[in-house]
């Protein structure tokens, strides 16, 4: 059974507490994502994705220039490196959500996507329930899209 180390991005786009909204929808922009973790050093401690930006940050009238404390999502479901495609799958599939932060000891490893599953071909039963039901049912977490 393959692990999510396989598979995982590695190459993330990250911020820190010490950015803005304005710099967090830019790097969006730029890398063309919706989903960016926030780090202190290597250290996960949450992640910000575009609806986060749209409902926490600009429809509640912040500014660009707004901490991004303002937005993080804190909660985050993540997954180990070590765990297997199945396991990432189902869990993409209860908590209903796109991205799946890697993390080993604390740290920030990757990231990997439901897309990820199925462009690998690994798109097991459960990948692609998370799929339709995350499809059906617009995010309502800290979860987006590329």
Do not use: W
Request: charge should be negative.
């Amino acid at each position: 059974m393959k692990k999510i180390s396989e598979i995982m991005s590695t190459d993330c786009v990250t911020v820190t507490l010490q950015d803005n909204l304005y710099e967090i929808a830019l790097k969006m922009k730029q890398n063309d994502i919706g989903f960016i973790p926030v780090v202190e050093g290597k250290k996960l401690i949450g992640v910000v994705t575009d609806r986060d930006l749209v409902i926490r940050g600009y429809a509640e009238k912040h500014s660009g220039s707004t901490a991004v404390k303002e937005v993080i999502s804190k909660d985050v479901t993540t997954i180990s490196p070590d765990a297997t495609i199945d396991e990432a799958a189902r869990l993409m599939a209860s908590r209903k959500i796109r991205r799946l932060p890697v993390v080993q000891s604390g740290e920030l490893v990757g990231v990997v996507a439901i897309a990820d599953l199925a462009i690998r071909e690994v798109f097991v039963d459960e990948a692609g329930q998370a799929l339709s039901e995350i499809s059906e049912n617009v995010d309502h977490g800290a979860a987006a899209v590329r």
